[in-house]
């Protein structure tokens, strides 16, 4: 990246307006790509820039120029600037004097994902890192979450309306509970813990603080889950015989029996899918399982859905169910590490 600024544009020119209110003594640190990316350019963000705040604990404020329309209209919806949001990100600051690089990569390799596939971010999404979000870190964060940025809000520019979305770090425990609840009073939650959702590599799980954890468990029991879809590693079908066999992985109970309450148990449906396969999990007044339309469909009453979680809740072997057509095997878990070293099975 260069430290050179591209000439201001309408786009640019209303986020810087909404940076400056927000940090009026500070020029803030701009850095803009080399070539850019409708040239061939490996960064899809044109410029990012960083600012550095002092409230709730001193911290930098990145901020992203590139998912909305900086320079001329060109989509059809007046009402919305591009992909109708800018990503930010608060990290907790230390002694340095200049930004660090990692989060600005970290952006974005995000604006690579939303380019390339043309899915977009909102509150209350969430997303497996697959490993620590700072590279070469021991960090315990490796999950990121999506909330509007508690300063900024939403903003109207010449281009349309976009919505400033803060990407927080995650633990995996802490993405698993946010999937479990409604993602939004999640992260609400968590900003009572973590003044405004700033990112420290340090922390630990808030899942083992009592206090969140209570909140949480009472959100879950409350709200439900948001999530419609949950994936795993191990998961598998097998329709071949008379009676339907769905193989998982051991060790998962706590996660599959909270999120299965807290979507079936509370009449929606819940899409688990593994690499090949999937099964969908519906309420119903009758039970069943069949392929339905090419998708494995577990219909279930909430007695079928207390006797699975009890089952996913057991060590490996292989459990018929009495209230749903249905075998279920578990087996070992083998955990690795970023290397690929198995570090614990899980049995």
């Known amino acids: 990246m260069s430290d050179e600024r591209e000439p201001m544009q309408p786009g640019i020119d209303a986020i810087d307006a909404a940076m400056q209110a927000l940090y009026p003594d500070q020029p803030g640190h701009y850095y803009g790509t ?7 350019g490996g960064d899809p963000l044109d410029l990012l820039g960083a600012w550095e705040s002092e409230r709730g604990q001193p911290h930098w404020h990145y901020v992203t120029y590139g998912f909305s329309e900086l320079y001329e209209k060109e989509t059809d919806d007046p009402a919305v600037s591009g992909y109708g949001f800018e990503l930010t990100f608060r990290l907790k600051r230390g002694e340095e004097e200049q930004p660090p690089v990692w989060p600005m990569n970290l952006l974005q390799n995000l604006a690579r994902y939303v380019f390339t596939s043309g899915n977009v971010f909102g509150p209350g999404h969430h997303m497996n890192a697959n490993g620590p979000i700072a590279l070469e870190t021991d960090t315990q964060l490796t999950a990121l979450g999506f909330c509007t940025d508690p300063e900024l809000g939403e903003l109207d520019t010449p281009n349309g309306r976009l919505t400033f979305l803060q990407v927080v770090g995650l633990t995996a425990d802490e993405m ?13 939650e968590l900003e009572r813990h973590l003044p405004l959702c700033i990112t420290d590599l340090d922390r630990n799980s808030q899942m083992s ?16 889950s948001s999530t419609g879809s949950f994936y795993i590693n191990m998961l598998e079908i097998d329709v071949s015989s008379e009676l339907p066999l769905l193989r998982l992985g051991a060790g998962r109970g706590e996660i599959l029996s909270t999120v299965l309450r807290a979507r079936v148990g509370k009449g929606r449906g819940l899409f688990l899918f593994g690499k090949d396969q999937a099964v969908l999990f519906t309420p119903g007044v009758q039970t069943g399982a069949l392929m339905q339309d090419d998708v494995f469909t577990v ?27 249905l075998l279920v095997e578990l087996l070992p878990t083998v955990i690795t590490d970023a290397k690929g070293n198995t570090t614990q099975t899980l049995k």
């Open 299 to 325: 219909t279930m009453t909430s007695q079928a859905v207390e006797e699975l979680c009890q089952v996913v809740s057991a060590h490996v072997g292989v459990y018929p169910l009495k209230s749903v057509p």
């Open 34 to 40: 080399v070539v850019p990316y409708m040239l061939g």
């Open 209 to 224: 603080n009592t206090e969140f954890r209570t909140a949480w468990l009472q959100g879950v029991e409350r709200d439900g």
């Open 176 to 188: 698993e509970g946010m999937i479990c609840w409604d993602g939004e009073k999640f992260l609400t």
